[in-house]
């Protein structure tokens, strides 16, 4: 249990998806404008990544593996996770149009994310059992919601300054997002020694 | 159109990852140490030349409607190639890209090429222009992990630099001094390079999500234009 806990911690916290493993900088630079597509969008990853560890994790485990396929894992893990995100849509669209309407629209862009095709592979590269991949996908969303939330408010404020001409747009949002990362590397060393 | 322009367009007045802002993800991942970023830049620009070679030759072959998810399973089978010979002849090298080696599947850059290039010009044009970007690519890393590895390390390429040595600003080569570098970087070109600051301040040509992404701001246009009235 207390593995379980600190997986979730460090997944949000020091490992945050975002801002110290750079998985997911297209969303979080292009979509965190705005507070309502930041939550949106991020609430849709966890969900994907949910889902897409509980399917690609099964497959590794007793497909891949089994049958010395372990060098196909990359193409599988693209495709099914391509497939999948499709399939979720046309699911949601028919059966559940409420959160189709709130979740859809963010749906077909993460279907390309680094950070989904990225924490199915950790999953399987750390070795972890179906639980602890699960748990770990969580904390990683989490991770992400997190960092998006938080910088969606410090782009507002930016929004409303004065910057330099040569640093509009791009260039001070990356400068922003390194200040931001450096206060989550306050957590490092925190979560291990927690329970120790 | 001329070959020279078509290669030399990826070097800096496209530059993919400083003008057109694509593949963010492991621009500020591998560039920690130059050996690093220059075996990132290798390895995707094998992939971005096999594949756009490929993409081209198939462009009349491949259905309209399909095209991205072809695209993507031949992208995927040379990056798992790509990744095969790294492990084979360079383990250490491996070691140190892990995750970002597969994760060259999802560079929007690739993608982005066959998107915006290869499947409207002829395979040998698209092989040029592979080239170009691919060197562009590796380029902005090397002067990215530059910067990184004599502030962040006191080393270049390994070797020991005088002072710097025993001064090192080892925050350079943890996450902050990645993304406050490529700022540093992105707004150098926007005051130097002779091109117009972008009105969009996200690279969205060529991101084979584009599409969706234009409803995002629409819809979020039309949710605006709704508090307005």
Not at chain 1, 92 to 110: A, C, D, W
Not at chain 2, 4 to 22: C, D, M
Not at chain 2, 102 to 120: D, S, T, W
Request: with cysteine; glycine share 8%.
């Amino acid at each position: 249990m207390i593995k379980l806990i600190v997986i979730l911690l460090s997944a949000v916290f020091i490992n945050n998806y975002v801002l110290s493993r750079f998985l997911g900088i297209c969303p979080f630079l292009g979509v965190s404008k705005k507070l309502d597509s930041a939550t949106g969008m991020s609430l849709a990853v966890i969900f994907v990544m949910l889902i897409a560890t509980a399917v690609t994790w099964p497959i590794q485990m007793y497909l891949l593996n089994p049958n010395n396929l372990g060098y196909l894992q990359t193409i599988v893990f693209i495709l099914v996770i391509a497939a999948l995100v499709q399939l979720v849509e046309i699911i949601l669209k028919r059966y559940i149009p409420s959160l189709h309407k709130s979740l859809g629209v963010y749906l077909p862009l993460i279907t390309t994310n680094c950070a989904v095709l990225g924490v199915t592979i950790l999953n399987i590269d750390e070795g972890y059992t179906f639980v602890e991949a699960m748990v770990n996908s969580l904390g990683s969303g989490l991770g992400f919601f997190l960092a998006m939330v938080m910088f969606s408010g410090v782009r507002s404020t930016i929004e409303g300054s004065d910057i330099p001409k040569s640093f509009q747009g791009l260039p001070i949002t990356l400068i922003a997002a390194a200040i931001t990362s450096l206060s989550f590397l306050g957590f490092g060393g925190i979560i291990e020694n927690l329970f120790a | 159109m001329n070959t020279w322009k078509n290669f030399a367009k990826g070097l800096i007045k496209e530059n993919p990852v400083l003008v057109l802002v694509l593949g963010t993800c492991p621009t500020l991942a591998t560039s920690t140490s130059v050996i690093n970023a220059l075996g990132m830049g290798a390895a995707a620009t094998v992939v971005l030349i096999c594949s756009n070679i490929v993409i081209s030759a198939l462009r009349k072959v491949i259905p309209d409607k399909v095209r991205i998810p072809c695209y993507i399973v031949l992208i995927a089978g040379f990056v798992t190639a790509v990744q095969m010979l790294v492990k084979a002849f360079a383990p250490a090298l491996d070691q140190s890209l892990g995750i970002y080696l597969p994760l060259i599947v999802v560079n929007c850059i690739i993608l982005g090429r066959a998107e915006m290039f290869a499947n409207k010009n002829k395979v040998f044009a698209s092989a040029i222009d592979a080239l170009g970007m691919g060197i562009g690519f590796t380029l902005a890393l090397f002067m990215m992990a530059t910067i990184r590895e004599i502030l962040g390390n006191g080393t270049f390429c390994g070797m020991e630099i005088p002072v710097l040595i025993d001064n090192k600003i080892t925050i350079m080569t943890m996450a902050p001094g990645g993304f406050f570098v490529f700022g540093l970087l992105i707004a150098f070109m926007n005051k130097f390079a002779k091109h117009k600051p972008r009105k969009k301040d996200f690279g969205c040509e060529g991101c084979p999500q584009a599409e969706s992404c234009g409803k995002l701001s629409c819809t979020e246009k039309t949710k605006e234009a709704a508090v307005n009235d």
